[in-house]
């Protein structure tokens, strides 16, 4: 399924919320009716949560059917509402891990800048090999791309290497695709899991269709 919405007046869903094949995280801010769409669309369970105190979850949390990965800031009571998730903070700095990492239960890829130590923490907790690589030339990958297990979407000026790394690490084929009227960061475009997608309202006809096609969701 597919579905664009907008939180608010904001079509930038991907910065208010994160998705796996069970859960959406979601900030307070996102009315009920909206998420009550995203719930039905992505065929999960929703949790309203801050981290950290702020509400871009999407910035701030990424995940698989593994785990999760949260910034080193959020606190223990926000970690605890993620009630039957496997919550890790990573301590680093750069703790913005959903711009960041870009993962499904395939493998993922992450900012140039973690070094070897942080990786492989990275790859006990959501039992993955990941790789450092960039996308479209930016090294935040979570906001260059979407992906779930079945496809990827990913920024129009990705090099064919990058598109060959996001193929043999994530186990998927990718798709270069923009949202929201020609966006490319499609991170905070655009919530995927294996059963649908939500995005912006403002994502076109054309755009959507790329989005289908990249995530194979028919």
């Known amino acids: 399924m597919l579905d664009k919405l907008d939180f608010s007046g904001n079509p930038y869903v991907g910065v208010f919320c994160a ?5 959406l995280v979601a900030s307070p801010q996102v009315p009920g009716k909206v998420l009550a769409r995203a719930e039905a669309t992505l065929g999960v369970e929703v949790i309203r949560t801050t981290l950290g105190g702020t509400t871009v979850i999407g910035s701030v949390v990424v ?3 593994q785990a999760a990965l949260v910034s080193n800031f959020a606190q223990t009571n926000e970690v605890a509402t993620l009630e039957g998730i496997d919550v890790y903070r990573l301590d680093h700095k750069l703790n913005a891990v959903g711009n960041n990492i870009l993962v499904n239960d395939k493998g993922g890829l992450c900012h140039p800048g973690y070094g070897r130590a942080v990786i492989r923490e990275m790859e006990e907790i959501l039992g993955v090999e990941m790789v450092t690589s960039t996308i479209g030339g930016t090294k935040t990958v979570g906001s260059a791309a979407v992906v779930n297990n079945k496809g990827a979407i990913c920024h129009p000026h ?10 043999e690490v994530l186990g998927v084929k990718p798709l270069i695709a923009t949202a929201n009227y020609g966006t490319p960061q499609l ?9 649908g ?19 194979q969701l028919f």
């Not at 990705?158 to 193929?167: G, K, T, Y």
């Not at 997608?197 to 995530?215: K, N």
């Open 158 to 167: 990705s090099s064919d290497e990058e598109l060959r790394v996001v193929e």
């Open 63 to 65: 995940m698989n059917s």
């Open 19 to 23: 998705a796996s094949d069970d859960v």
């Open 197 to 215: 997608a939500i995005t912006g309202v403002t994502t076109t006809s054309i755009e959507l269709g790329r989005i289908e096609e990249g995530l």
């Open 187 to 195: 991170g905070a475009c655009v919530v995927a899991n294996d059963r």
